[in-house]
């Protein structure tokens, strides 16, 4: 179970193989798919125009070490006060392990929606800037680290709650800014159900007896088809198998970062900035 809180929320819904792939009445009357962007994310207008890009050259890299070298601009360490002021804040506990574990679940959430936020994950999968879509993506991206939480055991589900629970008032934020303010609780249940049907969606895709396929086909219900129904073309079909590229690469890079490094956020998704150019 990722958390033990939320446990009674995953057994409920641990028999659906892929939430999405029924399209849910409450977005089809909200026009889920065309709802106004997420919050802090730039415009469509914003974006670059796209580049030609050749999916079927993209993430065949071994995965590797995530971690943000010492001398990263992007790194956040923890303040290292001296003296007085460190007595001092100690008496406050600044530095117990439930205020480091709240400040690491800030840092591993931005980095969480400096990943999903990006133009360039939009272009080089092909993909539109509308909030289901975002949202399909802030999922994905949730998932693996969540995923890579569990495996530091106790402590790392606990400090997934931390960030769950960041991540769901981020995402109240968004709703109530899409304009639903009048349904913003049925929209968040809604959006939990969705969330925990993906969850258990592609750890059901990653498990040793699935297809090779499964995880592409999970991808493309939650993240590129609008009712989870419709048949993949040409060119969606690339954009899924790379993605699942993607997502497998990301795991394995997850796998290999180092404990502190995930428990302090100081670890970056893959660049994709620079996918965009190639041909």
Request: proline share 5%; net charge positive; glycine share 4%.
């Amino acid at each position: 179970m990722l958390f033990p809180r939320l446990a009674r929320a995953v057994s409920q819904i641990s028999k659906l193989r892929s939430f999405s792939s029924n399209a849910s009445p409450l977005f089809s009357r909200c026009g889920y798919a065309t709802v106004a962007q997420a919050d802090d994310a730039p415009s469509q207008n914003d974006f670059p125009s796209k580049s030609p890009v050749n999916l079927d050259k993209l993430f065949w890299s071994k995965p590797c070490s995530l971690a943000l070298p010492k001398d990263s601009p992007l790194r956040v360490d923890e303040p290292d006060y001296q003296g007085v002021r460190r007595f001092i804040l100690k008496m406050l506990l600044f530095y117990s392990k439930q205020s480091t574990s709240i400040r690491g679940a800030n840092v591993i959430y931005k980095r969480i929606i400096a990943q999903v936020d990006t133009p360039a994950i939009y272009d080089v999968f092909n993909l539109e800037k509308t909030f289901k879509i975002t949202y399909s993506l802030l999922v994905l991206h949730m998932w693996l680290v969540l995923r890579r939480l569990k495996q530091e055991g106790k402590e790392g589900v606990d400090l997934g709650q931390y960030v769950y629970e960041i991540y769901n008032h981020n995402v109240e934020v968004r709703v109530s800014k899409a304009g639903v303010n009048l349904l913003l609780l049925t929209w968040m249940k809604e959006l939990e159900r969705i969330f925990f049907g993906n969850v258990v969606a592609y750890d059901e895709a990653l498990l040793p007896d699935a297809k090779p396929n499964d995880l592409q086909i999970k991808l493309w219900r939650n993240v590129f088809s609008d009712d989870g129904t419709t048949t993949p073309d040409e060119t969606d079909l690339k954009a899924a198998k790379a993605m699942a590229r993607y997502v497998r690469r990301e795991v394995g890079s997850l796998s290999l970062t180092d404990k502190e490094s995930i428990f302090s956020g100081n670890f970056s998704f893959t660049p994709l900035e620079n996918k965009a150019s190639v041909t």
